[in-house]
């Protein structure tokens, strides 16, 4: 039996898409420069559904990836030409929300606002927010570990996920984690979340649920230079107080988030920064006073702090449209994302600029400053032949300062298909290896999500290092050795 | 070559045990019963020793147990009778304090409490701080990944550890995570922390240090009832608090706190509570009054404030001694860990009193009740015939009780040789074979810490599952299925 009939067998005719024409709306996610049309896609509407899928795949010896909303930034969800496409946006049930135990279930195509909004009327939210919150999956979250402006404070995805339903690649169900903060075992929850797909399918995802600030307050500080503005958030950070966010956006961001959404920023300004405290309102207003006086310090010409939700939202809607708005002033970029020491931040920001201007690029930053993660756009235009291939060398020069100044090639967006060549980098082949043994004992065929995260495919069944084919502990006779 | 002439070829005489006298000393860890003398200990110097040992191990195929300061309390040190003991104590340097990145490298024999010594002067803590911190060393805190009195607010050591080297079980030293809050590709640091020893041993370890608060706040509140305490601790929870700490300490264990260190408890209080508040003095202030009237609400009768460090160490001393202390009312006593969710509390409580009572064994209820961690601690008398195998019954159904209601059977002092029994319990077979995956794709021969964790050890080299001896994927002519 081929494996179009097993789906057949297994899902509703609406639930299978192997029609050309519909296949391509497929074809890419928010990486768009990566295009491959899947073989077939589906849309599960159970986890069963989704196991009798992938275990149709580990028989039949196919690829395949998930797929949540196709936000994501580094082509994690890049279909395969010969493999399925699991598409979750049929798993969309909130199966729970349980304010006692600071829990909701969700299914993985639950968008990441909805769990907030399920949750706001029991004083609770959802706080990992990236910045595609309106439109990205829990499902996706968890495979790329997302992060958000948010999560200076709060964490990551992964400090947020306490139990997970998954599809493993040989189509069992299993329970990784639970209600509870930790339990016994290993915690292949946490290696599982940030895993791109490679380890399996999320199909229900136990998240924990944070109680809503007594208080939130928003101050924007507008600074001569990046240099200024990284300085405050060191001696923010030094002095003890914890943001919810810090967030910078240097000068041709700003010109951009003003041309797109008219936020009204200060004039003039090198760089800003956005500061949000949130808490019991005692501490907010204590940290507060002192934050805004780490700034005008530091070199803040102006400080502007928001009076109410709606002068709050629009300090936000800068930022949050900046990545979109560069479309306004450059008809192509590259979203860039690292990782540097927050120490290090005025120096890699200098040399970025150096780098940039050295190959005739354009670079705009806007960025969660507060954890060093970085999101240069480097700008160019695809028509103006070799402008492409220079922001590509600053996009790669970029990620290689980063690893210079001891941080890392990708903060939140994940390796997908895009960084996986950067890999041995960072890493040693031991290190990868170490890795690629956990990929295999998932997954010794090779069908989950392959080409994504590790630079070169690799033969499973054969272990690297000293000792292969020794024969099993008990037969060698053990007591004798001494 | 023997597995001890390659010893000796790597190590000092002074740093290889082969004298059956002293390998006696290491014959068990802090949970006393199970005792088994190793067939050699060694006590490198350095992590290139470690990786030496672990790799003749590996040549040999000869079982290995790494072991700390031996205080775990679920026989995760135990030695294996053929195998060697690897003894961490003499990689006790603190390599880096970097109170700028808010990070500590340290080697794993490094002592807990002087993690936080050297971080002090800086302004700085280590948090996670089992109630064993004078003693307990990091490498152990990693392998169990331990938790505390304070680890309610602050996470367990997993929240903490962001970087290792380690020793894989075939003899290579790998890097997981680093100073970062996240790396890409798995992680494999999340799986290794907690591990209890059967994934490797860890030689280096890179902890985040956390600001010593600007202020600590502690209340002592006696209540009639364990009942009306357990009620406290949810309406506090419930409030939006989060406490460092709430303890629980039963009538049984308040008696022995007082005969042991007069710490002066309220007289005739059925539980008390102790709740510790830190951070800025505003919130502290704020919330401190808060946490009294809601103790008062629930039924305290009797609340107290710590005036000065000096009476904030009289309350703690009486929560730090409990274990200890208990052996000034019973001869021999079992201390149990378990998990329930919060607001379980007062049922479960009510439930092992009936249980105990059923079978004539006296249980004293000493715990973290913030999280729902319980340490019931069951008495006997070893010489009075029976009397240990009634406790050893309530022992097991007072975890029975917990996975009933939703919780774990260990909340930090892990499984262990003595709850691998316990692991079906809460796992299915396709649970704990994707775990057995994990350790099989690290350690194929299953030398490191063999018998752990585990009900039952699995013959690696084989999957289950259905498509065993599948030929690899690009073998299979993928792309002609459809």
Redesign the interface.
């Known amino acids: 039996m ?3 009939s097993r789906l057949r067998a297994e899902l509703a005719p609406e639930q299978l898409i192997t029609d050309r024409q519909r296949l391509r709306t497929y074809e890419c996610d928010g990486l768009a420069h990566y295009k491959v049309v899947p ?2 896609v589906v849309l599960p509407r159970s986890a069963a559904q989704v196991a009798a899928v992938v ?1 149709a795949c ?6 395949f990836v998930a797929r949540g909303s196709g936000t994501g930034l580094s082509g994690g969800a890049l279909p395969h ?3 399925v496409l699991i598409v979750t946006s049929q798993l969309r049930d909130i199966l729970a929300v349980r304010p ?2 600071e829990r909701a279930v969700v299914q993985p195509g639950v968008i990441n606002l909805q769990v907030t909004q399920a949750a706001t009327p029991h ?1 609770y939210y959802y706080a990992p927010d990236p910045s595609s919150q309106q439109i990205c999956s829990i499902g996706g979250n968890v495979a790329e ?1 997302s992060g958000g402006a948010h999560c200076l404070k709060y ?2 995805t ?2 947020h996920v306490t139990g997970l339903q998954v599809v ?1 690649p ?7 984690g ?14 599982f ?3 791109e797909g490679t ?1 399996g399918v999320a199909t229900e995802v136990t998240v924990r649920l944070t ?1 809503l600030p ?1 208080t939130v307050r928003t101050l924007l500080a507008a600074f001569p230079s990046t240099d200024q503005a990284g300085a405050a958030t060191s001696a923010i950070i ?1 002095a ?1 107080v914890v943001p919810a966010a810090i967030e910078m956006m240097d000068a041709l961001s700003i010109e951009a988030a003003e041309a797109a959404v008219h936020c009204g920023y200060p004039a003039g300004a090198g760089a800003v920064l956005i500061v949000e405290l949130d ?2 309102a ?2 907010v ?3 507060f006073d002192e934050v805004s006086r780490l700034c005008t310090d530091n070199g803040a010409f102006e400080t502007r702090v928001a009076a109410d939700d709606t002068e709050r939202q629009l300090i936000w809607r800068g930022r949050k449209s900046a990545f979109a708005a560069v479309g306004r002033i450059s008809p192509d970029y590259i979203v860039q994302d690292g ?1 540097i ?1 927050r ?1 290090a931040l005025p120096t890699v920001l200098r040399r970025i600029n150096e780098v940039a201007a050295d190959h005739g690029v354009r670079v705009a930053n806007v960025f969660h400053a507060g ?2 993660n970085l999101h240069p756009l480097v700008l160019f235009d695809d028509d103006v032949p070799g402008e492409a291939g220079r922001a590509e060398t600053v996009s790669g020069a970029i990620l290689d300062l980063c690893i210079e100044h ?7 967006h ?2 997908g298909v895009d ?1 996986a060549r950067y ?1 041995p980098r ?3 082949d ?6 690629q ?6 997954d ?4 989950a999500n ?1 080409g994504k ?1 590790f630079p070169t495919p690799r ?1 499973c ?1 054969e ?1 690297p ?3 292969r084919g ?4 008990q037969e ?1 006779g ?2 004798e ?2």
Chains 1, 2 share one sequence.
């Not at 040989?170 to 990784?176: F, I, K």
């Not at 639970?178 to 290696?191: E, N, R, S």
């Open positions: 081929t494996l179009l073989a077939v275990r580990a028989e039949e010896r196919v690829p030409a010969d493999g006692e135990d004083g570990n964490g990551f992964t400090n493993t040989d189509g069992d169900l299993v329970r990784l639970g209600a509870a903060p930790d339990t016994p075992g290993y915690d292949l929850l946490g290696a979340v940030g895993s380890l109680r007594e030094a003890g808490g019991p005692a501490e207003d204590a940290q990782v020491p120490t954890d060093g001891g941080g890392s090639i990708t903060g939140e994940g390796v960084k890999m960072m890493f040693t031991d290190d990868l290896d170490t890795m043994l956990v990929r295999c004992a998932f010794p065929d090779g069908i392959p995260v033969l069944g272990r290092g000293r000792h020794a024969p099993p502990l060698a053990v007591a050795v001494f």
